[in-house]
């Protein structure tokens, strides 16, 4: 079937350029949305302050560990594996 859309009834769109485009779109938007939760406060105390900061803290370092950091370790097993 010539033209088929996805699971979501959207036209199916064959351009990565086209798609690429719509992706960062959609996460600019999404990032603009969250980040009006900002302005509706005027002052966070210093203890909400250092918990924001630990939680991001904590997702940027898992983030890194599971994106970067483990998926190097099975390549250095599996090459020290086959040596």
């Given at each position: ?31 603009g949305i969250g980040a009006l939760g900002v302005y509706s406060v005027r002052e966070i105390s210093q203890r909400a302050n250092h ?33």
């Amino acid at each position: 079937m010539r033209g088929g859309g996805d699971c979501l009834g959207f036209p199916a769109v064959d351009s990565p350029v086209l798609q690429g485009s719509v992706a960062g779109l959609l996460a600019g938007l999404a990032t603009g949305i969250g980040a009006l939760g900002v302005y509706s406060v005027r002052e966070i105390s210093q203890r909400a302050n250092h918990v924001l900061l630990s939680v991001a803290a904590g997702i940027m370092l898992a983030a890194t560990f599971f994106s970067l950091l483990a998926p190097g370790i099975e390549v250095a097993l599996a090459k020290a594996g086959s040596s």
